[in-house]
């Protein structure tokens, strides 16, 4: 099973969910602006995905700057503490599969954890290519 943390609203979260259903999986979608996140679940992702709060803070379209967030000065706790307030503070999406967890920005970052890599030629939401249509990884 896979699980993508989207946005629907972002070109780079809307590219992978449908990277993951183009290679023959219907992910579980959580809209987590929609739903918004718990500490713990947070706390895990973080964790498996090798990030701090810090790392995963979204730093453009978000109030992160209004919040004083970018301060060198933050800890991770206030971080955190803005992510369960403010949603659209933690960058996306997601991803969670039995292969790992990571952050897929930028969209070919999803495809270490998929089961089969889909059909080429994938592009990035920017046009680039990410797979040709021999199906190889294009750098």
């Not at 713990?40 to 209004?66: D, I, M, N, Y």
């Amino acid at each position: 099973m896979i699980v993508i943390h989207h946005n629907p609203a972002c070109g780079t979260s809307r590219n992978v969910l449908a990277i993951i259903r183009a290679s023959g999986t219907e992910p579980v979608v959580i809209d987590y602006l929609t739903e918004g996140w718990t500490r713990p679940q947070l706390l895990a992702l973080f964790a498996a995905a090798g990030l701090s709060p810090r790392e995963a803070l979204r730093g453009t379209k978000s109030p992160v700057a209004e919040l004083g967030l970018l301060e060198p000065g933050t800890s991770d706790e206030a971080i955190l503490d803005a992510m369960l307030a403010h949603p659209v503070l933690v960058d996306r999406p997601i991803v969670a599969s039995p292969k790992g967890i990571r952050l897929c920005r930028p969209s070919e970052t999803v495809l270490p954890l998929l089961d089969k890599l889909p059909s080429g030629p994938l592009y990035k939401e920017d046009g680039q290519m990410i797979l040709n249509e021999r199906g190889e990884i294009r750098d």
